[in-house]
């Protein structure tokens, strides 16, 4: 299951013996075993019936799941980072012999949660042992329209509002990790005041940019006319550390999504299909083509050209990588106010 189905199946009561948490989201496992303790713990006895272990050995493990609760029906026990099922890990075979032999006789009265950075090694036998007897939970990095959707509720429990566009241009802008897009939100809560409604230009002024967000504002910039600024924003990126060649790659997908959305324009597709065609955010479909429509066909072609023989140049070695980014927004600036077509 992933983990909106785990919510909701402890919100309605149905809590198992046996858990694997696997998968990149580590803010949401956090959120999951807080809800898992408070359905199952009674208020004031979570200290004496929870136990947090970091890769136990067996008699460690056996003992804290044996170990009965006190004034409550279940203990938890969460066992993190065991080499039994990590990746690249060596294991001490005994002791995870005897855990997975204990997995058979696992006392009624323990929910015993294994939580994996990333996704286990699915050829340990442990993890086999798992998948047939324990509730797999799934923690990967949530898609934009979850990210969009969690942003929401998230946004709401802290008393403001943000509706499906402005959710959409928060994740584009900040990401979809859980931990970081809290964090923004709770800097716009703070920004707000007493204000409800979060607008674009409160994430604008407010939100730390990930580098594809920045690299869409930079050609914004750039197909607007304003080279200047374009130039600004990529020394903000640089000096934030960003590679120059990562930039560049950036922005040679961004003129892909220009060229071919152009294409799409003159063939009339339906504005409803652009966003699933080119792979980006409904929010960002019109930007995109007020982008493309400032350009001919022929421009934006040559321009996606220039950068996919650029990047060919630096993966090869044939051109170095200090001041391409620079160079080539010149460049690009050139070709597409050039007179020709």
Known sequence: MNHNAFFDSIKAGKVASLYL???SEEYIKGQAISRLCQQVLPEGMEAMNLTELHNPSADELIAAAETLPFLSEKRIVIVRDLDALGTGKKADEASAEAITAYLERLSPTTSLVF???????????LY????????????SRMSEAEASS???????????RLDTTAAQKLVFSVGSDAALLKQEMEKLAGF?????????????TMCV???ESTVFQMVD????????QALLLLKTVLEGGEDRFMVLSMLLRQYRILYHMRCLLEERVPQAQLGNLLGIPPFAVSRSQAQARRYSKEKLKAAYDYLYDLEYRLKSGQSPQEGSAEAALFMLDGILNSQSA
Do not use: P, S
Request: proline share 0%; glycine share 14%; charged share 40%.
């Open 115 to 125: 939580m994996v950075k990333g996704k286990a090694d699915g050829r340990k036998k």
């Open 128 to 139: 086999l042992t798992l998948k047939k007897k324990a509730t797999m939970v799934d923690f």
């Open 150 to 160: 969690w942003a929401m509720r998230t946004m709401k429990a802290l008393g403001k």
């Open 221 to 228: 910039a750039q197909v607007g006319g304003q080279n200047g």
């Open 21 to 23: 948490f696997e998968g």
């Open 192 to 204: 707000l005041g007493e204000r409800e409604e979060v607008q674009d230009e409160d994430i604008d």
């Open 209 to 211: 940019k990930t580098l």
